[in-house]
């Protein structure tokens, strides 16, 4: 696997919003998004074995329930992925971990069990969100800049009588001014999630 970091925090934003986490962040990715503020060219090829053995010393020394698989795009290695889930998944399966892999969704493959998936669409959204919206650990997050934005989720939510929470979730450097406009437009089934993490100076 391509690893650029295994570390401990919490997670700052989406469903899991306020739990400790151990994160295993993969490299490479299959986007060029001018927003994009994570670093994952700088990596590392490592067994999965192996990373499976340093997470559970990671999940078991901090005491985290959450393992956050995240990029890059971590859907490139969709098959070592699914190893390692089951390699954990068989090993402590019985301890309450949840699995949480973000993905812009772009790969669309059947989702890996045992796992959660929130998907933060980037390109070719309608086809992403056709795809993933049946299934039922699969969750939507998706970054707001402006008006066109919120119409786009509004018309997915519509066209595809969607009825699950979504997250929205503001551009880190107009967090202020695009809550306002979420707030203004009464949009159903949606939950606002910042990026708390950036808040409070933490990884």
Not at 29 to 46: A, G, P, R, S, V
Not at 160 to 189: A, C, G, H, M
């Amino acid at each position: 696997m391509k690893v650029v970091e295994i570390f401990d925090s919490f997670q700052g934003e989406g469903i899991y919003t306020g739990e400790s986490a151990t994160f295993l962040r993969l490299g490479g990715c299959n986007l060029n998004c001018d927003f994009c503020d994570t670093e994952f060219d700088d990596y590392k090829e490592i067994n999965v074995e192996l990373v499976k053995e340093c997470l559970l010393n990671h999940i078991k020394n901090h005491k985290n329930k959450l393992l956050v698989i995240t990029g890059g795009e971590p859907l490139l290695h969709y098959d070592e992925i699914k190893e390692l889930v089951d390699l954990l998944y068989y090993q402590i399966f019985d301890e309450g971990l949840k699995i949480q892999i973000e993905t812009n969704g772009f790969i669309r493959r059947i989702p890996i069990q045992n796992t959660t998936y929130v998907i933060s669409p980037k390109r070719d959204i309608d086809n992403v969100f056709k795809f993933y919206k049946d299934y039922d650990e699969a969750y939507f997050k998706f970054v707001i800049e402006d008006f066109w934005d919120l119409q786009l989720v509004k018309n997915l939510q519509e066209k595809y009588d969607y009825k699950k929470t979504v997250w929205l979730q503001p551009e880190f450097s107009q967090t202020e001014r695009v809550t306002r406009l979420i707030l203004s437009k009464n949009i159903d089934n949606i939950r606002i999630s910042g990026q708390l993490h950036k808040y409070m100076g933490v990884e």
